[in-house]
């Protein structure tokens, strides 16, 4: 086990190397001149040749790599150029902001998703699995920013029940105000994942209810909910560990729409904004950020699955 | 001995999209305490549903509709329980427990072998939860797996199939259940496998008194090991009788039928199947006359007026549902014989030899890790040596994983040997490159073990059998082609109209016959046949088994016919190849072979294969095999068979013996028989 995280470890450095270097060349050859970006258009061409020089652009590709890379290393990521700030110091003021939504989402829609998907496949063909299963399916394919919208439209303007608008910590607003903040996006950012997880659930019980053993499990007249638990539901989780790590890799990507709707300084906006106004030292900082997040995501997915399924390690093992 | 489970007049219906199907139209069988109870019958005949109702097991479109169940003769018809409730539970694995066919999939992947015991255990006996683990770890030494303590905590997959079973049967009986149901409980598994388990269960219900229901399409296993049996066909119990009684003097026309498709070991050398023609009616189909009138061929016209023909007594626990009497169907026999009055094809074996094979050797490198390197090789067969004559078939046995497939590739050169020879017509072709292999390709051709999926479901039935024509150009115009096309499906006895069907509107038998044409599209001198008929139904069988026999004898094909039903090898090779673990253990005529088995291994597999007889099972002697198939990646050093050997010595288990002739033509490859 230790093996082969230290294995998968050195696999993921592989990866985020990669998407280091290539992430690097791409903004390079984006069109737009840093050199106008810092310091406006009207430039006379000595503080033009001052800029370029500060920026190190007279220096050759290879070379700026090997010194950002030396830097990143230390955690300096440069200076943004629209905000005039570290890049560092602006990204760190809004993980907490997009981490914490995100693993709230999660809390919200694993076991929901869950049960719902559970309730489905136990009774499957009747009424309650035919509602439960069409609004997963309609809510699965709605688009987050879509959802917003409406949230924004209905509660928000209209019947003015929410704020529209902002995040802030409980400590700054009170608790009351915090909660308020967070239903909408929480609606937005959960709806998809409880419909996704309802689906896979199904599914995977569907696949396994229909198995042998279960047979077996029945068989030997055990009560059933120790079919339910010990054998169906044990084998139908290794699917939904899948879609678990898809979602938490996708975290970052996944809150852009969402922040940006109800304008909450997190992740997502930050992307956004920086690529607009390409602002290469934030987009290189995040996208290297994101590849990490997306790399342990799917460590920890293939863990659990060795957790869940002791047939993935005995694999491995007989392999040695 | 008192009745202990009582299944009255059962009828079970399947709900499907549109309709529903009665599988079972009235089934009717009872168990004794202790006793052992075979259910035999063909696919679909309904011996499953049949079981799996009586505990109400089925899946949730099935339903018993009508029938009683009753246990120890209370009155109480256990049917009326709520299919999940207290007291069913009590009886499912409690009372009755179940095993089935397919040891691979039955026991739950990701909990550990041992849980799923103990979980039985806590549930009916009421122990805590250690006491539980100390009685599990003492039921599966009970069923004798080695080390139970350590292995308690693996899982499933890290069991051979014999041995899965095996923790299947620990399961079920560390409920102290009264009956324990076996449902094709050994039909995946090689002939020792199965002999060892049904030794064991035979065994186990001496001890523990639990009677057994042995469900199988088998009938060597029921005469071997049943006291009573029952016949299924189309949903219908059609005779029960004690085991003499059902093989001596079967009085339904479906069981004379049965027994007159199979072979046994022990016929003799003339021995003529004779088939079942046609299919058993499906459920939907199934008529309200007798549902066997379509195949019967001791049928009076007055049958089909008749309604379905009831269960009577004709002898002391002698049951029939046959509307014709004792004397009527003795008559109706010997018109039969007379009419049949077959014998077998004439064979034309001739001294040219079709092929040779020397000291073929066959490895496969094994790689690891992220960049595939090669780790290590193991060798799949190595020197094999034999040769087959034009007319000739040369039957290849051995259990799975002994390189029979491996065998049959390097032959069709599929696989490039590592050494030795392979000579067709006394030109060497285990070398050959692809190009210089095309000219000897139509000289030889495969037909396949499965018959559902070695056709290509997109192709229509003479597309199949006529795309070898097609790929090596041998049809010069369209007319040519469709005309072969056609003659080669009256060859193996189908319609020309029905080329441009699919091949999912065959069934089995027909398929294989669409493969046969297809492999004799060439006119090819050699057919390897893998598992030809391991895949069909006993009546089916023997049509295909006799097809390729008339084959044979009026195209002068040379077989190499590879199967593990040694029966079935018997009786259609005119010699015998045992292989184990790679090698070949013995080689000679079959009737010498059966008759005479020199090789230790051979014997032991011999004894393994129930005959078809329960008089000459009698006294029969069981040489049981010691452990289980080692893997061809740790085969002895020596004599492959070294380790499960009683004859072995020091000298077997580090020499490997050669083959030798031992007399007349019987080669065998023990010292035993020289250096001694």
């Known amino acids: 086990m230790g093996k082969y995280i230290i294995k998968r470890i050195l696999q993921m450095l592989v990866v985020v190397i990669l998407v280091a270097v290539v992430t690097f060349f791409l903004t390079d050859m984006l069109p737009s001149d840093p050199v106008y970006l810092i310091g406006g258009d009207e430039l006379t061409t000595e503080e033009y040749d001052y800029i370029y020089h500060q920026l190190g652009l007279d220096k050759p590709l290879a070379e700026r790599f090997v010194i950002w890379a030396r830097n990143a290393l230390h955690g300096d990521f440069?200076?943004?150029?629209?905000?005039?700030?570290?890049?560092?110091?602006l990204i760190s003021a809004r993980i907490p902001v997009t981490l914490y939504l995100s693993i709230l989402s999660l809390i919200i829609s694993v076991p929901l998703g869950v049960l719902f998907g559970?309730?489905?496949?136990?009774?499957?063909?009747?009424?309650?699995?035919?509602?439960?299963?069409?609004?997963?399916?309609?809510?699965?394919?709605?688009?987050?920013?879509?959802?917003?919208i409406c949230l924004l439209v209905v509660f928000g303007l209209k019947l003015r029940l929410l704020p529209s608008v902002g995040f802030h910590w409980p400590g700054e607003v009170g608790i009351v105000q915090h909660i308020k903040e967070l239903i909408m996006p929480l609606i937005c950012l959960s709806l998809g994942g409880v419909a996704s997880f309802t689906r896979q659930t199904r599914s995977s019980m569907l696949e396994v209810i229909r198995q042998d053993f279960v047979r077996t499990a029945h068989s030997k007249g055990i009560k059933e909910r120790f079919v339910t638990f010990r054998h169906i539901m044990r084998n139908g989780l290794i699917p939904i560990i899948t879609i678990l790590g898809n979602r938490l890799a996708y975290m970052i990507g996944g809150s852009m729409f969402v922040e940006n709707v109800f304008s909450i300084p997190g992740m997502g906006t930050l992307m956004v904004k920086s690529v607009s106004c390409s602002d290469i030292p934030t987009i290189q900082a995040l996208v290297l950020l994101t590849t990490m997040v997306s790399c342990m995501a799917y460590l920890l997915t293939d863990i659990l699955y060795v957790i869940v399924d002791p047939r993935i390690s005995l694999t491995s093992d007989s392999k040695k | 001995m008192s009745l202990l489970l009582d299944i009255n007049n059962i009828e079970t219906c399947f709900r499907t999209e549109d309709r529903v199907l009665k599988i079972l139209d009235g089934v009717t069988i009872q168990v004794k305490k202790g006793e052992i109870v075979g259910l035999v019958g063909e696919s679909g005949s309904g011996k499953s549903v049949t079981m799996m109702s009586s505990i109400q097991l089925l899946s949730n479109s099935g339903k018993v509709t009508s029938g009683r169940v009753e246990l120890d003769e209370n009155g109480k018809n256990i049917l009326e329980y709520k299919k999940n409730s207290d007291d069913?539970?009590?009886?499912?694995?409690?009372?009755?427990?179940?095993?089935f066919q397919e040891p691979m999939t039955s026991l739950n992947p990701v909990m550990p072998i041992g849980r799923q015991i103990q979980e039985t255990i806590m549930e009916h006996i009421g122990l805590n939860k250690e006491e539980a683990k100390a009685r599990a770890i003492e039921m599966m030494k009970l069923v004798n797996i080695p080390d139970a303590e350590e292995r308690y905590d693996n899982y499933a997959q890290q069991f051979s199939g014999g041995m899965r079973q095996r923790i299947m049967i620990a399961m079920v009986l560390a409920a102290e259940p009264d009956v324990l149901i076996a449902d094709e409980a050994t039909t995946a598994l090689d002939v020792t496998t199965q002999a060892q388990l049904?030794?064991?269960?035979?065994?186990?219900?001496?001890?523990?008194?639990?009677?057994?229901?042995?469900?199988?399409?088998?009938?060597?296993?029921?005469?071997?090991?049943?006291?009573?049996?029952?016949?299924?066909?189309?949903?219908?119990?059609?005779?029960?009788?004690?085991?003499?009684?059902?093989?001596?003097?079967?009085?339904?026309?479906?069981?004379?039928?049965l027994l007159n498709a199979i072979p046994r070991l022990t016929d003799p050398e003339d021995r003529v199947l004779t088939p079942i023609d046609g299919l058993p009616p499906t459920p939907l189909a199934r008529p309200t006359y007798c549902p066997f009138y379509e195949r019967c061929n001791y049928c009076v016209p007055d049958c089909a007026e008749k309604p379905k023909p009831q269960l009577a007594e004709i002898g002391q626990g002698h049951f029939v549902a046959c509307h014709l009497g004792r004397a009527e169907k003795d008559e109706k026999a010997k018109e039969i014989a007379l009419k049949e009055g077959r014998s077998r094809p004439e064979k034309h074996i001739s001294d040219e030899i079709c092929l040779n094979v020397e000291n073929v050797k066959k490895s496969f490198d094994i790689y690891k890790g992220l960049m595939q390197r090669k780790v290590g090789s193991f060798n799949a067969i190595e020197d094999i040596s034999f040769n087959v004559r034009r007319g000739e078939t040369l039957g290849i046995v051995g259990e799975s994983g002994c390189g029979k497939t491996t065998l049959a590739r390097c032959i069709l050169r599929m696989y490039k040997p590592d050494g030795g020879k392979i000579e067709l017509f006394g030109k060497d072709i285990a070398s050959l490159g692809r190009s210089e292999m095309k000219p000897f390709r139509s000289q030889m051709s495969m037909v396949f073990q499965d018959p559902f999926s070695s056709l290509n479901p997109r192709m229509t039935a003479g597309d199949i059998v006529g795309q070898p024509l097609r790929i090596q150009k041998m049809t010069s115009s369209r007319a040519e082609y469709e005309k072969r096309v056609d003659e080669l499906f009256r060859t193996v006895g189908m319609d020309p109209n029905q080329k441009d069907r699919y091949p999912h509107e065959f069934s089995g038998g027909q398929r294989q016959r669409l493969g046969i044409a297809r492999a004799l599209a060439l006119k090819p001198n050699l057919l390897i046949l893998d598992e030809p008929i391991s895949a069909l139904d006993v009546s089916i069988q023997a049509q295909v088994i006799n097809l390729l026999e008339e084959l044979q004898s009026s195209m002068g094909l040379a077989y190499l016919f590879i199967a593990h039903d040694l029966a079935v090898v018997k009786h259609i090779s005119d010699r015998i190849l045992v292989m184990y673990l790679g090698r070949v253990m013995e080689i000679a005529d079959s009737s010498e072979l059966y008759e005479n088995p020199l090789h230790p291994y051979t014997k032991a597999l011999l004894s393994s294969v129930p005959l078809v007889d329960p008089e000459k099972e009698i006294g029969r002697e069981y040489i049981p095999m010691k452990g289980e198939v080692p893997s061809v990646m740790n085969r002895p050093k020596g004599c492959p068979f070294s380790d499960r050997c009683d004859h072995a010595t020091e000298k077997c288990r580090s020499t490997i013996p050669e083959l030798k002739d031992a007399g007349n033509g019987h080669m065998v490859s023990c010292f035993l028989y020289y250096e001694r």
Not at chain 1, 130 to 137: G, H, M, V
Not at chain 2, 206 to 234: E, P, Q
């Open chain 1, 118 to 148: 559970m309730i489905t496949a136990l009774k499957r063909g009747t009424k309650t699995d035919s509602i439960i299963t069409l609004l997963a399916n309609v809510c699965s394919c709605l688009p987050q920013f879509w959802i917003g």
């Open chain 2, 88 to 99: 069913m539970r009590k009886i499912r694995g409690g009372r009755i427990g179940m095993i």
């Open chain 2, 198 to 257: 049904l030794e064991m269960i035979k065994e186990l219900s001496v001890k523990t008194g639990v009677a057994v229901v042995l469900v199988t399409h088998n009938l060597g296993i029921v005469a071997r090991y049943a006291d009573r049996i029952y016949v299924m066909y189309s949903g219908n119990v059609v005779e029960t009788a004690d085991t003499l009684t059902i093989f001596k003097d079967p009085q339904h026309p479906y069981t004379r039928g």
């Open chain 1, 78 to 89: 440069g200076r943004s150029y629209t905000y005039h700030k570290d890049v560092w110091e």
